[in-house]
């Protein structure tokens, strides 16, 4: 299957910084790339769709301006989380998606805000 | 919209036994994918199976296999001669355009 890497694996930030997690498809070019939430031993959540060259759309109720996401080339995405608060500690999964394919996922990015 | 639901929290199997996680969802759309994924420890997410819904055929890989009934909008999941590797949470998940929908998921113990 194809695979998606994600950086860093955990994060330890302090409240008020920002933090960027990199999203990477290795061995296939990802035209849409998604950002997804998972609280503990709960489904996925789905933040953002992200398109090569475009800006990316996010869901109802997630802010863009906090969650800022740049997809800048087929096999890259970042997702930056701008001023951290403890309410954003989560463990963030990246996708990539083949045309007409399934989504692989990436490892997943676990994040604590102090 | 559309809605995915897995009514099965946790469930249990004995080693070597077979189990089956049962998936429904509600679309009025006739073309679609649908999909089962694995969420071992390690949190990442392992496509299982998919399944295209205009084939009829039920797909299969390896010990893995679905029950697609499309007119009643199921799409359970078997697992044969379970493994201890097996033990995970199941996500079944729908999808048309791009998007995917996910199910909240079924814990999968297996006892040796």
């Known amino acids: 299957g194809a695979v998606v890497s994600q950086h860093p694996s955990r994060v330890i930030c302090k409240s008020g910084t920002s933090v960027k997690i990199e999203c990477r498809s290795l061995d296939f070019q990802a035209t849409t790339m998604f950002w997804y939430r998972q609280f503990p031993k709960k489904s996925l959540m789905l933040m953002a769709t992200?398109?090569?060259?475009?800006?990316?759309?996010?869901e109802q109720g997630v802010e863009k301006d906090k969650f800022l996401i740049n997809h800048a080339s087929l096999t890259l995405s970042t997702l930056t989380v701008t001023s951290a608060h403890p309410e954003d500690s989560s463990f963030y999964i990246c996708s990539g998606q083949l045309a007409g394919e399934a989504e692989y996922f990436g490892p997943g990015t676990r994040l604590l805000v102090l | 919209a559309q809605t995915v639901t897995q009514s099965q929290p946790e469930m249990s199997v004995q080693e070597a036994e077979t189990v089956t996680l049962s998936c429904t969802y509600d679309?009025?759309?006739?073309?679609?994918?649908l999909f089962w994924y694995k969420q071992p420890p390690s949190r990442q997410m392992i496509l299982v199976i998919r399944?295209?819904?205009?084939?009829?055929q039920n797909a299969t890989e390896n010990r893995f296999s679905v029950n697609f009934q499309k007119a009643a909008k199921s799409f359970s999941l078997k697992i044969s001669d379970s493994q201890l590797g097996d033990a995970a949470m199941y996500f079944c998940a729908y999808r048309r355009g791009n998007k995917l929908v996910f199910g909240a998921g079924t814990i999968l113990r297996v006892k040796s």
């Open positions: 399944q295209e819904a205009y084939k009829q």
């Open positions: 992200s398109n090569e060259g475009s800006k990316a759309t996010y």
């Open positions: 679309t009025s759309e006739s073309d679609y994918y």
